[in-house]
Each structure stands twice: as structure tokens, then as C-alpha cells.
């Protein structure tokens, strides 16, 4: 009786927990999370002893706290096109530019230069767009002058543009002077000289621009004329030809008010002081072999043979270091830090991507001190070359940011009289330009992985008895971890009961029982949340992001032009997750471990790939005869530019090559930019050779905007029920393709198959242009592109279906139909042609970004996301983005269907914004991924930061309501269990006095 009675409690106790462990649907926004970035760091300055002024290439500026690397204060300048041109600190004001100095702003610094408070933003005084240049790789100048133009108490703004010498007024940004520059010069920069005063008069401040003469490369100076409408040349250039000196390999260097150059005949270097109107020689001036350039700043310059020289204010010139390789200079007032490393790997790991960091010398006013640099992948050469230096002076010390080729960013003190530095923070800015994302499986404890190993080696190498003895010792596991839960939870449970003194029971019975605001790891991974969020950033850097809080696992410098998922979850700690970086370029693939960013394996072919396909692991034969394959990941399969085809790891080859059919199912998409030609290729495993099938000529007066190819994901609803109950039957291709060309002033828009060719259907929008998004889900094919007659963001959907079953067409006596998913079609029977039908709507905000949600099993609806300019994604309702949409009176089946009336514009509908009050600036990346329930899709959004969240695009059917009364439940089962065991006492007592009678 004891024993039925402990069952009972079991059972009882496990539907507890059963509900416990169930996903409220209000829970679905709880694990959001943001990264914000800057991009990496082209200027900087100090504000003060613990704040960081930055100026990105990613049109950023903010300032970065130096205690622990946290972004106080971030702007994203109007001119989102290159990197600011300047980001210096004068009177409490810096200013930005876009490249080609044609828009400036000008920006005021909180609490006058110095933030004490986070919450304070910079300020924008003005902006100022003074051209219009249509060359984008075209330069400008931008100088923050010292010197007030116009007698108002405000410092103004120089700028050199493209095509004239401008100066601006530091208040408003109104337009004091403007030249109209020569254009046989190739204008470098500005010379400010400051104006005097003499006989109760003030002298008026110049201000000067110099070049190099295209065709002699002379050197010339041109200063601004008194009356600011013209630039006159210098005399103390007058009689100095372009024999006679010659720039640095960087450029004209300036120091001060002096312009460097070398001489011709002697190597030694010369500075032209633009105040003076004079050529001078540097004093103690070595002769110089080789070209030179200027370091970081232009008092440091490097020569060919691996000398550091430097330059200080009374242009005397010294030898800093010796033997340098490569370098970096950083200066602030009093404070000179160089950085020494080899520019090549010296082959100690996988990761270097150059030589480590040898020496960092720092120069203040206690003298030069050498040190190690403190941050070990930065010192060991993994984060490349140090780029560049921002230094600044604290209260104790100096501090500095080293900024690394690969875009991190490491903050460092320097305590003054110390001979070590310490590491403040490390900032890994390549976020900031994420181009690719794919996610794989995080386990939730090492005992998984164990128990993965042990199961893929018994299953490969083992006897069936074995086979038996492991299934049923990882029964007794789970039956263990059964009861270590259950009674776990039930003490739980009595330990809150106890703690409220009986008030719980109130609290269950009116459903008032709080829920816990996070979901445990272990219903993460229960779920299909726990999950590692693979980045692949534009730079060439490879990031691992928990998915749970968007921490980072690990990071890594791994050039690659693709990323591919090759085991997307663990099957034991010898057969990690792993994902696969392909360099196209130079035919180099690199395996990763998924979960700590370990190199695997790493492949060369020595020859640029044109494509690369993926065949899953399950296909191959369970059976295995190498420990290597007791679980294996998937295979690449590339194509070359020679059409030859590639098993990638090369040790899969034989294998590989058995799965005849597999391989001949598999079909390459190749453009070729010389040719301009689409091609489609279908794979010979005979030949190992990629077999041409069709070919598109895109004409020399088209150009290619977009190729976009099926996103992938389960279908579980082939079909579309009408009002009158009959079927639509979606065409759904997996090889269906989408091409964008622009043709003269009009966009065209074709949708093939991939595999013959075919084109399905074709559409042109008139006055029309690019950028082109689009996403390709089931029988959907979704874009989005500029109208340029109406100035306006539109959205064009198409969709294709089969046909469709009359609804008295299904029934126990009619055959199977003609149409739908069970039927076998070929890409090569013209008589497989879709109906195609086709919408276009207008939106009034410029359109980002589209991505499409997935679903384990393709239950639930494959909602467009639409990321918008202003950083907002959206979730578009099917019913309002379909091409289903009738003109005119609705019909009463239409109505009984559910569609809507077609209207031109396209809603955003707010709460279907799924990034809430977030904004993602330069938003550029949606991906979706499937989750455990089906009703729930993870999606991530990259731009300069990173969103991530959980949506539901056919609401939680699998999911409790955010109302359930699970507290009451669990009081119901309590009384249940205390029923139970009464009644269970009651009869065994009975049933004793019945046997005594």
C-alpha cells in the first residue's frame, strides 16, 4: 500500500513540475537583449581624466569611459557615409565631416568638456551642407580653427572640399569666405596661422591650404586673401622646383605651422614654416634613406630602414628607435606612447595575425619607460597591428586606447613611476559591422557532452549488447534526474508555502502567484533558446554571442567571405558544434568549434572559389569506420572558377563521392563579373566536375543589383483555404531565384528557377532604382526598391500557386490530385508554370533591411520583417502584405476567407514593431532561426548594435496564456496528493478491520 501510495505522490508531483516548466506567452520579451557599438575608432581625444571622445569609421561619435570601456554618450552623425575627417576638442566644441568635407556639424561637449553625469548628451550647434559631389571617392579637409574670423568670440571652421576652400562661422555655420579651388592640385590640408596684434591694431589671422601639383608634383602653399575671395601663392616657394624636395610616402606632413618634406639630394628633411614665408633645414637633420612617412602623428616619422625619428616644436629632429618593423605613435600633451611589432606572424599560433608587440615606450615627464603590453591577445599579435593610439594624461598617470587593425579597441593605464600598465577594458568594435549570422545548440552542462561521446562511440564501435546495457543505464539517468527534480521542486514548493504562512494557498486559488521573470537554463535549453549566435563582421572578424544575454563567448580574427553551420549542436564534448569560415578569394576554409572559437581544422585549395553548397551530415551511412566519422558534420561542397568541384575536408572525399544521387541533387548559382553572365552549374561526381545548364547574359548597359535564392525553413501548410472551401496550392520551388538589374532608368525584376533556368515571371518598374532587399519563403518572392518619380520607398510581393481543388474535390471517392507538394516536378517541364499574382504598396519609411521568421516545423506563418532606416523592425501582418489582395467590392467568399481590400499603402503598424522603443542605427542584417516551439522564432537584427528577441507570428498555441492559473492547479494537485494519501490510509484500515472480523 506504501509503495501505491508513493506512486501516486510520483505522478502527482510530476504533473506539477510538467507545469511549471511550460512558457508563458508574456515571458516572449523577457530575454531581449541589445549590443550597443561605436565601429571602429579613426580619432580621438581626451575630455578629461576618465571620459574618451571617439570619432568612428562607422559616422559615430561618443565618449567611452575609461574605467570600464561603457559608452556614456553616442551620436550618429546625419552623414552616414564615411568616417568623420576630424574630432578635436577646441573650446569645447568638435567638430565632424563627412569624407569629402561637403556636410559638416558642429557638436558642443556636455558640462563644457567634461561629463559627470551619464545621462548628458553632446550637442549638435549646426550643420552645414556646402556642395553637392557625386564622386564618392572624393576627400576633403576639415580643420577646427584656433583663430575667430569674424570677431564674434567663436572659433570657426575651415574646409577643403572637393571643389572649393570654404570657412564657416563657428556660431551658426553660415558661410564667411569661399574659394573655388585648382584643380591640377591635389589639395592635402590647412595651415592656420594666428593674427597679431601692432600700433593698437589687430593683425587678421591667415589661414593657408597646401597640395602637390599634379603634373610636377611641386609643392604649393595658397593663402586666403584679405578680402577671402581668392587663394594667392606664397613667395618663399617661388623659386623651389619639384626636383628639388618631395613629399613623405604619406603625404605633406605639418607640425605646427611648418610643412615637412625631404630633399632629393641629401635625404635630409626640410620644413617650410608658412608663418615665416621660409625653407628651413632641421636642426641636427640625419640624411634620410628611402621613403618616409609620418607615424599616428606627424611629429613621429618612420623610414625604410626601420628608423623612428621625431620632430618637436622648434623642428629639431631626433633618432627615437631602432629596428622597427611597424608602429604606432600616440601624443598628448605631455605624454608620448609608441607601440613596436613585427607586421608578420611569427608563426607561434593559429590565431597571430601578425608579430607580437615588442616593446610599448612611454614618454612623460618623468622620463621614457618601457613596457609590456597588458592585454595578451593585443600583445601576442591575434588582434593584428596597432593601428593607432589616443593617449591621455590623468590625475595619475596616463592612459591610452590602442586601436588594432581588427577593430578592437583596449584601454590601458599607465600609474605614474610604474613599470607595468594594467588593461581598463577591451571593446571588440567589429560588431558594429556584422555582414552574417548563423546559430548552433549551446548545451546546458558538461554531463551532455559526456554522455554524447559515450553514445556516438557505443552506437559506432559497439556490440548490441552493449547498445542494450547503454539504453538502459541512461534510462536509470533519466529516471534519476526525474527524481532529483521532483523532489527538488516539491521542497521548493513547501519551503514558499511554509515562508508565506499558508498564504500561497490563497494566492494559487486567486491565481495571483507570482512567476519567475526569467526562464531557468535548463528551460532555455528545453525550449530551444540556449543557443551560440555565430557573427561573421565585414573586417573578417568571427564572434560567438550567447543568446541568453548577448555576452561574448569568444572572438576571433578569420578572414572569410561566407559562414556555414557543419554541426549545429553538440554530440559530445569530442564532436563540439562547429561552423565553417570559407575565404573565396584564396580558397582557404577554416573549421571553428561553435562553442569556444577553437581552431579545428584549417584547408587550403590554392585556387578562389566561385561557390560553395552544403551537404547535410544525417545523409551519410550510420554505420562508420573511422572514429572521425562516428558523427559526422556536414560537408561543403565548392565549385571553382575552372568549374572544378571541391570535398570539403578533403578527408571526406571517398565518402562523399558514394553519395552519387545526393551530389547530382545539388545545382551552383556563379555570376562572373567579366563576363556577366548568370550561370547555372549541376555537380558530376564522375567528372568531380561542375556541368553547365543554362546561362543568362545580363547586357553591358544592365548592372546587377541583387541575387537572392530561398531562405530556407520548413513548410507545413502547402495549401490555402478559401471561403468556399476549396484549396489554393502554393507553387513552392526550393530553387527559386530573384534577379534585380537596372536597366537605363528603369528596374527590372526576374523570378527563375534555379536549376533550368526558366524564367517564371519578369517585372519591370519604371523610373525606378535600387537598393533592391529582398527575401524569398515558400511560394512568396518579397522586394523592396525607390521609386524615383513619386520619391517614395515601395514594396512589390509575388505570389505563385499551383491551382486549385474545388472543394468537393477532396472526398473518400475522388483520386489524389494532380497538384501539391506530393507530386514530383522538374525544373525542365515548361508545363509546370505557376499562376503569378503580384501587389506592390508604398511605405513611408526607407526600407533597411528584410528578413522572413522560421519555425521548426513551418506551422506557423512566415511573417516579413521589415527593417526600416530609422533602425525599427517590423513584423508584417500575411493578411495586409499579400498579393491576394482583390480590387474593388469584396466578394462574400473573400470575406469568409479573410482578406483584405487592397490599398496602395503599406502600414507599420506599432505594435507589430518588434524592436519596441529600440532603435538600431545603419541597420543592415534580419535573421530568423527555429526554436523547439513551434510557435516561436528567435530573430536577430545587426547594424552599428545588435537586437535580439523572441517573436511569435501566430501568437503562443504552444504556450500557456499570460493568465493561466498555474498556482491554482498546483493547489488543486497538492489537495489531490493529500486526498489521495487519506483515502489510501482509510482504506488500508478498513481493510484490516474487514480481515480481523
Given at each position: 500500500m506504501?509503495?501505491?501510495?508513493?506512486?501516486?505522490a510520483a505522478?502527482?508531483?510530476a504533473?506539477a513540475?510538467s507545469?511549471?516548466?511550460?512558457l508563458?506567452?508574456?515571458?516572449?520579451?523577457?530575454n531581449?537583449?541589445?549590443?550597443?557599438?561605436l565601429?571602429?575608432?579613426?580619432?580621438?581625444?581626451f575630455l578629461?581624466?576618465?571620459?574618451?571622445?571617439?570619432?568612428?569609421?562607422?559616422?559615430?561619435?561618443?565618449?567611452v569611459r575609461?574605467t570600464?570601456g561603457e559608452?556614456v554618450?553616442?551620436e550618429?552623425?546625419p552623414t552616414?557615409r564615411?568616417?568623420p575627417?576630424?574630432?578635436?576638442?577646441?573650446?569645447?566644441?568638435?567638430?565632424t565631416?563627412s569624407a569629402?568635407?561637403?556636410?559638416?556639424e558642429?557638436?558642443?561637449?556636455p558640462?563644457g568638456?567634461?561629463?559627470?553625469s551619464?545621462?548628458?548628451?553632446?550637442?549638435?550647434?549646426?550643420?552645414?551642407?556646402i556642395?553637392d559631389?557625386?564622386d564618392?571617392?572624393?576627400?576633403?579637409?576639415?580643420e577646427?580653427?584656433d583663430?575667430?574670423f569674424?570677431?564674434?568670440g567663436t572659433p570657426?571652421?575651415?574646409?577643403?572640399t572637393?571643389?572649393q576652400?570654404?570657412?564657416?562661422?563657428?556660431?551658426?555655420?553660415?558661410?564667411?569666405h569661399?574659394?573655388?579651388?585648382?584643380k591640377?592640385?591635389?589639395w592635402q590640408g590647412?595651415v592656420e596661422?594666428?593674427?597679431s596684434a601692432t600700433g593698437?591694431?589687430?593683425?587678421?589671422?591667415s589661414?593657408?591650404?597646401?597640395?602637390?601639383?599634379?603634373?610636377t608634383?611641386?609643392?604649393e602653399?595658397?593663402?586666403?586673401?584679405?578680402?577671402g575671395a581668392?587663394?594667392?601663392?606664397v613667395?618663399?616657394?617661388e623659386?623651389?622646383s619639384a626636383?628639388?624636395i618631395?613629399?613623405?610616402k604619406?603625404g605633406?606632413?605639418?607640425?605646427g605651422?611648418?610643412?615637412?618634406?625631404v630633399?632629393?639630394e641629401?635625404?635630409?628633411l626640410?620644413?617650410?614654416?608658412?608663418?615665416?614665408?621660409q625653407?628651413?633645414e632641421?636642426?641636427?637633420?640625419p640624411?634620410i634613406?628611402?621613403?618616409v612617412?609620418?607615424l599616428?602623428s606627424?611629429?613621429?616619422?618612420?623610414t625604410?630602414?626601420?628608423?623612428?625619428?621625431a620632430?618637436?616644436?622648434?623642428?629639431?629632429?631626433a633618432e627615437?628607435l631602432k629596428?622597427v618593423e611597424?608602429?604606432?605613435?600616440?601624443?598628448s600633451?605631455?605624454s608620448?606612447?609608441?607601440?613596436v611589432?613585427?607586421?608578420?606572424?611569427s608563426?607561434?599560433?593559429d590565431?597571430a595575425?601578425c608579430?607580437?608587440?615588442?616593446r610599448v615606450?612611454?614618454?612623460s615627464?618623468g622620463?621614457v619607460?618601457e613596457i609590456?603590453?597588458?592585454?595578451?591577445?593585443g600583445q601576442s599579435?591575434a588582434r593584428?597591428?596597432v593601428?593607432r593610439?589616443?593617449?591621455?594624461?590623468?590625475s595619475?598617470?596616463?592612459?591610452?586606447?590602442?586601436?588594432f587593425?581588427d577593430?578592437?579597441?583596449?584601454?590601458?593605464e599607465?600609474?605614474?613611476?610604474?613599470s607595468?600598465a594594467s588593461?581598463l577594458?577591451?571593446?571588440e568594435?567589429a560588431l558594429a559591422?556584422?555582414v552574417?549570422a548563423?546559430?548552433?545548440?549551446l548545451p546546458p552542462?558538461?554531463?551532455?557532452g559526456?554522455?554524447g561521446?559515450?553514445?556516438a562511440?557505443?552506437?559506432a564501435?559497439?556490440?548490441?549488447?552493449?547498445?542494450l546495457?547503454f539504453r538502459?543505464?541512461?534510462?536509470?539517468?533519466?529516471?534519476?534526474?526525474?527524481v532529483?527534480?521532483?523532489?527538488?521542486a516539491a521542497t521548493?514548493?513547501?519551503?514558499e508555502?511554509?515562508?508565506s504562512?499558508?498564504?500561497?494557498l490563497?494566492?494559487?486559488i486567486?491565481?495571483?502567484l507570482p512567476?519567475a521573470e526569467?526562464?531557468?537554463?535548463g528551460e532555455m535549453?528545453?525550449?530551444?533558446?540556449r543557443?551560440?549566435?555565430?557573427?561573421r563582421?565585414?573586417s573578417?572578424k568571427?564572434?560567438?554571442?550567447?543568446?541568453?544575454?548577448?555576452?561574448?563567448?569568444?572572438?576571433?580574427q578569420?578572414?572569410?567571405?561566407?559562414?556555414?553551420v557543419t554541426?549545429a549542436?553538440?554530440?559530445?564534448?569530442?564532436?563540439?558544434?562547429?561552423?565553417?569560415?570559407?575565404?573565396?578569394?584564396h580558397?582557404?576554409?577554416t573549421?571553428r568549434?561553435?562553442i569556444?572559437?577553437?581552431?579545428t581544422?584549417?584547408e587550403?585549395i590554392d585556387?578562389?572559389?566561385?561557390?560553395?553548397?552544403?551537404?547535410?551530415g544525417?545523409?551519410?551511412?550510420s554505420?562508420?569506420?573511422?572514429e572521425e566519422?562516428?558523427s559526422p558534420?556536414?560537408v561543403?561542397?565548392?565549385l571553382?572558377?575552372?568549374?572544378?568541384?571541391h570535398?570539403?575536408?578533403s578527408s571526406?572525399?571517398e565518402s562523399?563521392l558514394q553519395l552519387?544521387?545526393?551530389?547530382r541533387?545539388?545545382?551552383f548559382?556563379?555570376?562572373?563579373n567579366e563576363?556577366?553572365?548568370?550561370?547555372g552549374?549541376?555537380v558530376?561526381?564522375?567528372?568531380?566536375?561542375?556541368?553547365?545548364?543554362?546561362?543568362?547574359?545580363v547586357?553591358?548597359s544592365?548592372?546587377?543589383?541583387a541575387?537572392?535564392?530561398q531562405?530556407g525553413g520548413?513548410?507545413?501548410?502547402?495549401g490555402?483555404?478559401?471561403?468556399?472551401g476549396a484549396v489554393?496550392?502554393?507553387?513552392v520551388?526550393?530553387?527559386?531565384?530573384?534577379?534585380?538589374t537596372q536597366?537605363?532608368?528603369?528596374?527590372q525584376?526576374?523570378?527563375?528557377n534555379?536549376?533550368?533556368?526558366r524564367?517564371i515571371?519578369r517585372f519591370?518598374?519604371?523610373?525606378?532604382?535600387?537598393p533592391v532587399h529582398?527575401v524569398?519563403?515558400d511560394?512568396?518572392v518579397?522586394y523592396?526598391f525607390?521609386?524615383q518619380v513619386k520619391s517614395?520607398q515601395?514594396v512589390s510581393?509575388?505570389?505563385?500557386?499551383?491551382g486549385e481543388?474545388?472543394?468537393?474535390?477532396?472526398n473518400?471517392?475522388?483520386?489524389?490530385?494532380?497538384?501539391?507538394s506530393?507530386?514530383a516536378?522538374?525544373a525542365?517541364?515548361?508545363?509546370?508554370?505557376p499562376?503569378?499574382q503580384?501587389?506592390?504598396?508604398y511605405t513611408e519609411r526607407a526600407i533597411?533591411?528584410?528578413?522572413v521568421?522560421?519555425t521548426?516545423?513551418?506551422?506557423?506563418d512566415?511573417?516579413?520583417?521589415?527593417g526600416t532606416?530609422?533602425?525599427?523592425?517590423n513584423?508584417?501582418l500575411?493578411?495586409?502584405?499579400?498579393?491576394?489582395?482583390?480590387v474593388g467590392?469584396l466578394?462574400?467568399?473573400?470575406k469568409?476567407?479573410g482578406?483584405?481590400?487592397y490599398?496602395?499603402?503599406?502600414?507599420?503598424?506599432?505594435?507589430?514593431?518588434?524592436t519596441?522603443?529600440?532603435s538600431i542605427?545603419?541597420?543592415?542584417?534580419?535573421?530568423?532561426?527555429?526554436?523547439?516551439?513551434e510557435?516561436?522564432s528567435?530573430?536577430?537584427?545587426?547594424?552599428l548594435?545588435i537586437?535580439?528577441?523572441r517573436?511569435m507570428?501566430s501568437?503562443?498555441?504552444?504556450v500557456l496564456?499570460?493568465?493561466?492559473?498555474s498556482g491554482?492547479l498546483?493547489a488543486?494537485?497538492?489537495?489531490?496528493?493529500a486526498?489521495?494519501?487519506?483515502?489510501?490510509k482509510?482504506?488500508?484500515?478498513s481493510?484490516?478491520?474487514?480481515?480481523?472480523?
Amino acid at each position: 500500500m506504501v509503495t501505491a501510495t508513493a506512486r501516486m505522490a510520483a505522478a502527482v508531483l510530476a504533473a506539477a513540475v510538467s507545469v511549471a516548466h511550460g512558457l508563458h506567452e508574456d515571458q516572449a520579451g523577457v530575454n531581449d537583449w541589445t549590443v550597443r557599438n561605436l565601429g571602429a575608432y579613426a580619432h580621438g581625444v581626451f575630455l578629461d581624466d576618465d571620459l574618451a571622445l571617439v570619432a568612428t569609421t562607422q559616422a559615430t561619435v561618443g565618449a567611452v569611459r575609461m574605467t570600464d570601456g561603457e559608452v556614456v554618450w553616442r551620436e550618429t552623425l546625419p552623414t552616414a557615409r564615411s568616417a568623420p575627417l576630424a574630432s578635436r576638442v577646441k573650446h569645447e566644441l568638435f567638430a565632424t565631416a563627412s569624407a569629402d568635407a561637403c556636410v559638416i556639424e558642429l557638436w558642443a561637449t556636455p558640462s563644457g568638456g567634461v561629463v559627470t553625469s551619464d545621462s548628458r548628451q553632446a550637442g549638435l550647434e549646426w550643420d552645414a551642407k556646402i556642395c553637392d559631389n557625386a564622386d564618392a571617392d572624393a576627400t576633403g579637409v576639415l580643420e577646427l580653427l584656433d583663430n575667430d574670423f569674424n570677431n564674434d568670440g567663436t572659433p570657426d571652421v575651415a574646409a577643403l572640399t572637393p571643389f572649393q576652400f570654404v570657412v564657416l562661422d563657428g556660431v551658426s555655420g553660415r558661410v564667411l569666405h569661399e574659394v573655388d579651388l585648382d584643380k591640377t592640385i591635389a589639395w592635402q590640408g590647412l595651415v592656420e596661422a594666428a593674427g597679431s596684434a601692432t600700433g593698437g591694431k589687430r593683425k587678421r589671422p591667415s589661414i593657408m591650404a597646401y597640395g602637390v601639383d599634379i603634373k610636377t608634383g611641386k609643392l604649393e602653399v595658397r593663402k586666403l586673401a584679405n578680402s577671402g575671395a581668392t587663394l594667392d601663392p606664397v613667395s618663399g616657394l617661388e623659386g623651389v622646383s619639384a626636383d628639388e624636395i618631395t613629399v613623405l610616402k604619406s603625404g605633406v606632413a605639418k607640425v605646427g605651422s611648418a610643412l615637412l618634406f625631404v630633399r632629393k639630394e641629401s635625404g635630409a628633411l626640410v620644413a617650410f614654416d608658412c608663418v615665416a614665408n621660409q625653407l628651413q633645414e632641421l636642426t641636427n637633420a640625419p640624411s634620410i634613406k628611402g621613403s618616409v612617412q609620418s607615424l599616428g602623428s606627424a611629429r613621429f616619422f618612420t623610414t625604410d630602414a626601420g628608423i623612428i625619428y621625431a620632430v618637436d616644436g622648434e623642428l629639431k629632429i631626433a633618432e627615437a628607435l631602432k629596428g622597427v618593423e611597424a608602429a604606432a605613435i600616440g601624443v598628448s600633451g605631455a605624454s608620448v606612447i609608441a607601440a613596436v611589432q613585427s607586421s608578420t606572424a611569427s608563426g607561434t599560433g593559429d590565431e597571430a595575425q601578425c608579430g607580437p608587440i615588442s616593446r610599448v615606450l612611454v614618454q612623460s615627464a618623468g622620463g621614457v619607460t618601457e613596457i609590456a603590453f597588458p592585454e595578451p591577445q593585443g600583445q601576442s599579435g591575434a588582434r593584428g597591428l596597432v593601428e593607432r593610439i589616443i593617449v591621455g594624461d590623468s590625475s595619475t598617470g596616463t592612459r591610452a586606447i590602442f586601436v588594432f587593425e581588427d577593430a578592437s579597441a583596449v584601454g590601458i593605464e599607465i600609474e605614474s613611476g610604474a613599470s607595468e600598465a594594467s588593461t581598463l577594458f577591451v571593446r571588440e568594435e567589429a560588431l558594429a559591422n556584422v555582414v552574417e549570422a548563423v546559430a548552433v545548440d549551446l548545451p546546458p552542462t558538461d554531463e551532455v557532452g559526456s554522455l554524447g561521446d559515450e553514445a556516438a562511440h557505443v552506437f559506432a564501435h559497439g556490440s548490441h549488447a552493449s547498445i542494450l546495457m547503454f539504453r538502459l543505464k541512461d534510462q536509470v539517468r533519466t529516471v534519476q534526474r526525474f527524481v532529483q527534480s521532483l523532489f527538488g521542486a516539491a521542497t521548493q514548493h513547501l519551503s514558499e508555502f511554509v515562508a508565506s504562512q499558508g498564504k500561497m494557498l490563497v494566492q494559487a486559488i486567486r491565481g495571483e502567484l507570482p512567476r519567475a521573470e526569467s526562464l531557468s537554463q535548463g528551460e532555455m535549453f528545453s525550449f530551444g533558446f540556449r543557443r551560440v549566435l555565430v557573427l561573421r563582421s565585414a573586417s573578417g572578424k568571427v564572434f560567438g554571442l550567447n543568446s541568453a544575454d548577448g555576452s561574448l563567448l569568444w572572438a576571433a580574427q578569420s578572414p572569410g567571405s561566407r559562414l556555414f553551420v557543419t554541426r549545429a549542436r553538440e554530440a559530445g564534448l569530442d564532436h563540439p558544434a562547429e561552423v565553417a569560415i570559407v575565404d573565396e578569394a584564396h580558397g582557404r576554409v577554416t573549421w571553428r568549434n561553435a562553442i569556444t572559437g577553437a581552431v579545428t581544422r584549417v584547408e587550403d585549395i590554392d585556387t578562389p572559389l566561385a561557390q560553395i553548397a552544403v551537404l547535410p551530415g544525417d545523409i551519410f551511412p550510420s554505420a562508420a569506420s573511422s572514429e572521425e566519422d562516428v558523427s559526422p558534420a556536414a560537408v561543403l561542397i565548392a565549385l571553382d572558377h575552372a568549374q572544378r568541384v571541391h570535398v570539403l575536408p578533403s578527408s571526406r572525399t571517398e565518402s562523399v563521392l558514394q553519395l552519387e544521387d545526393q551530389l547530382r541533387a545539388l545545382h551552383f548559382v556563379v555570376y562572373s563579373n567579366e563576363t556577366g553572365a548568370l550561370t547555372g552549374y549541376a555537380v558530376d561526381p564522375s567528372q568531380r566536375a561542375g556541368v553547365e545548364l543554362w546561362s543568362m547574359i545580363v547586357p553591358a548597359s544592365q548592372t546587377l543589383l541583387a541575387v537572392e535564392g530561398q531562405s530556407g525553413g520548413a513548410l507545413n501548410n502547402p495549401g490555402i483555404k478559401r471561403g468556399d472551401g476549396a484549396v489554393l496550392v502554393k507553387f513552392v520551388d526550393p530553387h527559386l531565384l530573384m534577379v534585380a538589374t537596372q536597366s537605363g532608368p528603369h528596374l527590372q525584376v526576374s523570378i527563375l528557377n534555379g536549376i533550368s533556368g526558366r524564367v517564371i515571371s519578369r517585372f519591370t518598374h519604371k523610373k525606378s532604382t535600387g537598393p533592391v532587399h529582398a527575401v524569398l519563403a515558400d511560394n512568396t518572392v518579397t522586394y523592396s526598391f525607390w521609386n524615383q518619380v513619386k520619391s517614395r520607398q515601395e514594396v512589390s510581393v509575388v505570389g505563385l500557386f499551383e491551382g486549385e481543388i474545388g472543394p468537393r474535390e477532396l472526398n473518400i471517392w475522388s483520386s489524389r490530385p494532380n497538384m501539391g507538394s506530393g507530386k514530383a516536378m522538374s525544373a525542365f517541364d515548361d508545363s509546370m508554370m505557376p499562376n503569378v499574382q503580384q501587389k506592390t504598396f508604398y511605405t513611408e519609411r526607407a526600407i533597411a533591411a528584410l528578413g522572413v521568421t522560421k519555425t521548426r516545423f513551418g506551422i506557423a506563418d512566415r511573417r516579413v520583417l521589415i527593417g526600416t532606416a530609422n533602425g525599427a523592425v517590423n513584423m508584417q501582418l500575411p493578411q495586409i502584405l499579400s498579393p491576394r489582395r482583390p480590387v474593388g467590392k469584396l466578394s462574400d467568399m473573400e470575406k469568409e476567407e479573410g482578406l483584405m481590400l487592397y490599398a496602395p499603402e503599406l502600414p507599420l503598424i506599432p505594435t507589430q514593431t518588434i524592436t519596441y522603443y529600440e532603435s538600431i542605427p545603419q541597420l543592415r542584417l534580419i535573421r530568423s532561426f527555429a526554436t523547439r516551439l513551434e510557435s516561436t522564432s528567435l530573430v536577430l537584427a545587426a547594424g552599428l548594435d545588435i537586437f535580439y528577441t523572441r517573436v511569435m507570428p501566430s501568437r503562443g498555441f504552444d504556450v500557456l496564456d499570460e493568465d493561466f492559473a498555474s498556482g491554482l492547479l498546483l493547489a488543486l494537485i497538492a489537495a489531490l496528493l493529500a486526498l489521495t494519501i487519506y483515502l489510501s490510509k482509510a482504506v488500508g484500515k478498513s481493510t484490516l478491520d474487514e480481515t480481523w472480523k
